[in-house]
């Protein structure tokens, strides 16, 4: 694995996730989801956990999976996010009374997306870095 293209590529893929989050969770869907507190943290944590994901991503295709085209990023991505969705979801849901089964389903769909635009990302630099 080389170093720099695995730093550059999840960094800018951190960067993607956190514009994304911003998108879909601060402008899009305002309403549907809880907003962090002020005072707080929050952003901080927000921050951290995008480029966690971005190097996360950017250490599979790297390391295991050598992905570096846009369109296998997307996809690999894509099939991350499902399942990283599906868990996340599933724990949020323990601590619920109520199912709401249309946010489970918008919640899902945002993960995917989300994860197959920063697995695209990924993949084209990893193609690009050298």
Avoid: H
């Avoid at 998108?23 to 707080?40: A, N, R, S």
């Avoid at 295991?64 to 099939?79: C, S, V």
């Avoid at 489970?104 to 920063?118: Q, R, T």
């Amino acid at each position: 694995m080389k170093t720099k293209t695995f730093v550059v590529a999840g960094l800018v893929g951190g960067i993607v996730d956190w514009l994304l989050g911003w998108l879909f969770y601060g402008i899009l869907f305002v309403d549907t989801f809880p907003q962090p507190q002020e005072g707080t943290n929050a952003m901080l944590f927000i921050t951290l956990g995008c480029l966690a994901f971005g190097f996360f991503i950017s250490y599979i295709f790297n390391k295991w999976a050598q992905i570096t085209t846009l369109a296998t990023g997307a996809k690999a991505g894509a099939i991350i996010g499902l399942f990283m969705g599906l868990i996340t979801i599933f724990f949020g849901m323990a601590n619920q009374a109520e199912v709401d089964y249309q946010r489970f389903g918008l919640e899902l769909v945002i993960s995917i997306v989300m994860a197959a635009v920063v697995g695209a990302v990924v993949g084209l630099i990893n193609g690009k870095v050298k």
